[in-house]
T-cell receptor, first 116, second 113 residues
Framework: NAGVIQTPRHKVTGKGQEATLWCEPI?????VFWYRQTIVQGLEFLTY????????DSGMPKERFSAQMPNQSHSTLKIQSTQPQDSAVYLC??????????????FGAGTRLSVL | GDSVTQTEGPVTLSEGTSLTVNCSYE??????LFWYVQYPGEGPQLLFK?????EKGSNRGFEATYNKEATSFHLQKASVQESDSAVYYC????????????FGQGTSLSVVP
């Protein structure tokens, strides 16, 4: 089991460019979560899918950010017109189910986005 | 919504000394409590979790007791090692919350020889 795979590990974009981040959850896991990590804010929840359906996107910035899960084997986080304040480590996690309080999140190593 | 307050870091300790990382949480529901650890260059990973009040969780020499009355879940280790250098996150997951884990700010620990 390779764990949660995130690609790329590092991405550098110019201000105003688009960035797409990829996540492959652990096979058999039904829930996928996206978090953003910065020194100032710590780990911030962005959005969550269960069985590929969007469940909670309350942490997503209303503009420029979108997430999809077209199939059970991958999810994408897209940031349009990137800004320097979007620079962060973006973490994807999966779990067996998002509905039970005992479930454990398995995180990928993250994608470090740097917006110049 | 749910919130977590942890010991503010960074914390620097010498090998062999004891560690306490305070964690206090606010949640409307009766939560499961988690400690996650994040090593440099990696994503967070579960250290241990405790689903019931007044029970203790432990792993790798770390332990924490779920104190429902005080709404606390302090992390302790009697003797830290250099390999324990990492960021530690406390998180409550409310039993009725079918979504996200809310994390505290994290506590960065550096253990020096």
């Amino acid at each position: 089991n390779a764990g949660v795979i995130q690609t790329p590990r590092h991405k550098v974009t110019g201000k105003g460019q688009e960035a797409t981040l990829w996540c492959e959850p652990i096979s058999g896991h039904s829930a996928v979560f996206w978090y953003r990590q910065t020194i100032v804010q710590g780990l911030e929840f962005l959005t969550y899918f269960r069985n590929q359906a969007p469940i909670d996107d309350s942490g997503m910035p209303k503009e420029r950010f979108s997430a999809q899960m077209p199939n059970q084997s991958h999810s994408t986080l897209k940031i349009q017109s990137t800004q320097p304040q979007d620079s962060a480590v973006y973490l994807c996690a999966s779990s067996f189910s998002g509905g039970a309080s005992q479930n454990t999140l398995y995180f990928g190593a993250g994608t470090r986005l740097s917006v110049l | 919504g749910d919130s977590v307050t942890q010991t503010e870091g960074p914390v620097t300790l010498s090998e062999g000394t004891s560690l306490t990382v305070n964690c206090s949480y606010e949640t409307k529901q009766y939560p499961t409590l988690f400690w996650y650890v994040q090593y440099p260059g990696e994503g967070p990973q579960l250290l241990f979790k405790v689903p019931k009040a007044n029970e203790k969780g432990s792993n790798r020499g770390f332990e924490a007791t779920y104190n429902k009355e005080a709404t606390s879940f302090h992390l302790q280790k009697a003797s830290v090692q250099e390999s324990d250098s990492a960021v530690y996150y406390c998180s409550p997951l409310a039993s009725s919350s079918f979504s996200k884990l809310v994390f505290g700010q994290g506590t960065s620990l550096s253990v020096v020889p």
